[in-house]
């Protein structure tokens, strides 16, 4: 496949940066993931606005205004579909402070951002019928991570431990609850709870990635007239609701079956999460 690297598209394979890159050293840089289909990319402003207010965070300049990513996006898009012909295409950016001559923690004065993207297969778009669709498993665990999960940050050992708790567990995500037994999100998705026909997210604040697919879902739900509340929930609310769902970029909208070894209502998928990727379709673009 072709990557991109400082301004130039090249063989992913040819793509070389110095070990002194503080994305290396430090994983001090910010990432996107943004799902294409045909093409097509979705949340393409949300994913901007997040990468924008992510660099900003840790003050690195943004190397790249939005028309630059967006023909950056649509130039390995392009390249990149005759090796993904099935044009489900996730585009990953990552910018980080850049390389040094020395390893000091502290950032350097006068060093250029490192920008990398390179092109991968994703997932097709969901069916829309609940009995097509992957259910997946989940393990349950108290985060362990940092107190700036609003951040995108490239630092992911955190996550990675928490994914990997689910792997070790036979199950495919790990949900992360807070100290005070609060549901947060998961080890690299957003998380949803049904109650009564009623869909539950928790508010976005310091402990949560805001997530482009979650905002996408609010208001699709919105639009086809779905019950939705940001509200916080505990460990209780999660093992008893009807539906439990993941969001991200590369997933969609994916029902969860099973939480920590226990069944979600009936354990099979639910007919909210057929209404929900309906609305997330027909909105979604
Ligand atoms: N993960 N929360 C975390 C911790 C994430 O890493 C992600 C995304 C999300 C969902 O965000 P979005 O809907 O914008 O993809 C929530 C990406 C896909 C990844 O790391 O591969």
């Known amino acids: ?159 990675v431990l928490h994914f990997q708790t689910g792997v070790e567990q036979g199950v495919n995500e790990t949900i992360l609850h807070n100290s005070a037994g609060e549901i947060t999100e998961a080890s690299s998705c957003n998380v949803f709870i049904v109650k009564n026909n009623v869909v539950y997210t928790p508010p976005l604040d310091n402990q949560l990635l805001p997530g482009i697919t979650r905002s996408i879902a609010l208001e699709a739900f919105t639009r086809a007239s779905i019950e939705v509340e940001e509200s916080r929930f505990s460990i209780d609310d999660l093992l008893n609701a009807d539906e439990v769902w993941l969001s991200s970029s590369s997933k969609e909208i994916a029902p969860v079956v099973e939480v920590n070894g226990m069944a979600i209502g009936d354990g099979n998928v639910g007919d909210m999460w057929q209404k929900a990727i309906k609305a997330y379709h027909d909105y979604k673009f």
Not at 53 to 71: C, H, K, M, V
Request: aromatic content about 12%; glycine content about 8%; hydrophobic content about 40%.
């Open 1 to 159: 496949t072709i990557a991109f690297l400082n301004g130039d598209f090249l063989p992913l394979s040819e793509a070389k940066i110095s070990p002194m890159d503080r994305g290396f050293l430090f994983g001090d840089g910010i990432y996107e993931v943004i799902p294409t289909y045909q093409a097509k990319p979705v949340g393409m402003k949300g994913h901007m606005a997040r990468l924008k207010s992510g660099l900003s965070a840790i003050s690195i300049t943004n190397p790249y205004d939005e028309t630059q990513w967006r023909d950056i996006l649509a130039t390995l898009v392009e390249k990149n579909s005759p090796y993904i012909p099935s044009g489900n295409i996730g585009i990953y950016f990552h910018v980080s402070r850049g390389t040094d001559s020395k390893r000091f923690h502290a950032f350097p004065d006068n060093i250029a951002p490192t920008v990398f993207g390179f092109a991968f297969e994703i997932a097709p778009a969901q069916p829309l019928n609940k009995h097509d669709v992957k259910a997946f498993k989940v393990a349950l665990e108290e985060d362990k991570r940092w107190q700036r999960c609003h951040i995108k940050s490239t630092s992911l050992l955190g996550n």
